[in-house]
Each structure stands twice: as structure tokens, then as C-alpha cells.
């Protein structure tokens, strides 16, 4: 679909759509619970995912994907439950501004993981970077 860096661009998208999920969360979970938000938004995310897979050909028969293969998603599913969950609590009672940036933490998290677990290795500028990220993330957390 798109040439060059696509996977930027694939992230910024991301980005954007990650923005606006806090806002509408916040907004959505005012008048109701958290939990029962969560799992509304998930039906809508299944549904909206059947249909895109569906329409763009990209289903196949999930019986013959491997064992090791349904391990990891089961556990990326699990994780990314629970992490919904954590996430809409805290939209709940904190501020969104608030919220999705000590959220954005995982990006730390990630660089670390990645580098224990999948041998990436990212160099001392993005360490750097990943440093500021932290920072940011401290100094909108705590405040005097």
C-alpha cells in the first residue's frame, strides 16, 4: 500500500488512532464501568476486524496455523486484555492527558524487552531517546 517507510507511517497512523482512543475512552466510560466499556469495545474491534479480513481476502483456516504461533497470540490476546482493562480503570479516574503518556511507557518497556528477549539492540541514541521518553513520562506523572 505504501512505499519507502511504510512501517512509519503505519506507526503514525497508529499514533493518531491511539490519541483518539484515549479521548473517546474517557468520554465513554463517564457513564459506565470500565469493564463493561472494555468488553463493548472489544465486540466492536472483532467485528470490525471479521469484516476487514473478510472483504480484503486475508482470511485462512486457522487450524493450520502452528502451535507455537497460537502460543504467542494467545498470549499477546491475554496481555492485551489486561492491559484494556488497566487502561480504561485509569481512564475512569485519572486524566487523559494524564493517562495514555504513563501508558506510552511500554515504549520503555519494549526497548528493554526486546533487547533481554528478542537480541534487538538499540544503539546509545535511542536509548537516549527511550531515556527522554521516561523522563517525560515521570514529569507528567508526579507533580509537586
Do not use: H
Amino acid at each position: 500500500m505504501f512505499t519507502g517507510n511504510s512501517w512509519l507511517i503505519w506507526a503514525l497512523l497508529s499514533a493518531f488512532f491511539a490519541a483518539m482512543t484515549a479521548i473517546f475512552a474517557k468520554i465513554g466510560v463517564q457513564n459506565v464501568d470500565s469493564d463493561l466499556a472494555t468488553l463493548i469495545r472489544t465486540f466492536i474491534i472483532i467485528a470490525v476486524l471479521s469484516l476487514f479480513v473478510a472483504f480484503t481476502g486475508k482470511w485462512r483456516n486457522p487450524l493450520e496455523i502452528s502451535g507455537r504461533t497460537w502460543l504467542f497470540l494467545l498470549l499477546s490476546g491475554l496481555a492485551t486484555g489486561a492491559s484494556w482493562v488497566c487502561y480504561f480503570r485509569a481512564l475512569k479516574v485519572g486524566e487523559a492527558f494524564k493517562v495514555a503518556p504513563i501508558d506510552k511507557l511500554s515504549l520503555v518497556m519494549v526497548a528493554i524487552f526486546a533487547t533481554l528477549f528478542l537480541g534487538e539492540r538499540p544503539n546509545l541514541r535511542e536509548w537516549a531517546g527511550l531515556g527522554l521518553v521516561a523522563a517525560g513520562v515521570v514529569l507528567i506523572a508526579f507533580r509537586r
